[in-house]
């Protein structure tokens, strides 16, 4: 069975500009979460979705934005991009059920210059 | 205080030892707990998750006090590809985001 997909695996931008990164969650899964890593942390919440409905936001800025499609994928969105905003950005697929049980796809190594 | 506080490590090990680590939390009202483990440059994957009853899987062994709000996870046997970062997480109640500790980093030498 396919895991949870993440594009693009790698990606570098500069200060000011705009980027959109894409996950496709587990066949079955209606709930995609969005996680943001900085070296030495432990993964934080941004957002999650769940049958393209808003469920949760972390304390991230209104620079950040994410929605849901019908078949479950989901984007996330940063706008005028910060040096601070390099991080591994995670995408988590779950049933969406009361198990919370989430995995996680590779990443997209995002690099602010 | 962090929501998640986890000794960051590293545990220098030698093969075929037992390693604990420990875990705490600030949320009492938090209903689900897991242990991550996260190699180099890789994404997260899902230990185990954490029952008040507690459970094992295979060398793994998780443990969960609710009311010193403290969990552990226990490696027997330890192996040279069980080195990783060891991240504890917990899920509040009522919310479906998962709150990570810093991880603790294992490394088991031969």
């Known amino acids: 069975d396919a895991g949870v997909t993440q594009s693009p695996t790698h990606l570098i931008k500069t200060r000011g500009q705009h980027v959109t990164l894409r996950c496709s969650p587990i066949?079955?899964?209606?709930?995609v979460s969005w996680y943001q890593q900085v070296l030495g942390q432990g993964p934080q919440f941004i957002f999650q979705?769940?049958?393209?409905?808003?469920?949760g936001r972390g304390n991230f800025p209104d620079r950040f934005s994410a929605r849901q499609f019908p078949n479950y994928s989901s984007e996330l969105n940063v706008n005028a991009l910060l040096l601070g905003d390099s991080a591994l950005y995670l995408c988590?697929?779950?049933?969406?059920?009361?198990?919370?049980?989430?995995?996680f796809g590779p990443g997209t190594r995002l690099t602010v210059t | 205080r962090k929501e998640v506080e986890q000794d960051p490590g590293p545990f220098n090990v030698p093969e075929g030892a037992t390693v604990a680590f420990n875990c705490t939390y600030s949320?009492?009202?938090?209903?689900?707990f897991f242990w991550y483990r996260q190699d180099c440059r890789k994404e997260p994957k899902l230990l185990m998750s954490?029952?008040?009853s507690g459970n094992e899987d295979g060398r793994f062994t998780a443990q969960l006090n609710r009311a010193s709000q403290y969990i552990s996870l226990l490696i027997r046997d330890s192996k040279l590809s069980d080195s990783a970062t060891y991240l504890c997480?917990?899920?509040?109640?009522?919310?479906?985001?998962?709150?990570f500790g810093t991880g603790t980093r294992l490394q088991v030498f031969p």
């Open positions: 988590a697929s779950s049933t969406g059920d009361t198990t919370y049980e989430q995995y």
């Open positions: 066949s079955g899964h209606k709930s």
């Open positions: 979705y769940y049958e393209k409905e808003e469920r």
């Open positions: 949320n009492s009202a938090s209903q689900s």
């Open positions: 954490v029952y008040s």
């Open positions: 997480v917990v899920n509040p109640w009522t919310t479906d985001k998962l709150i």
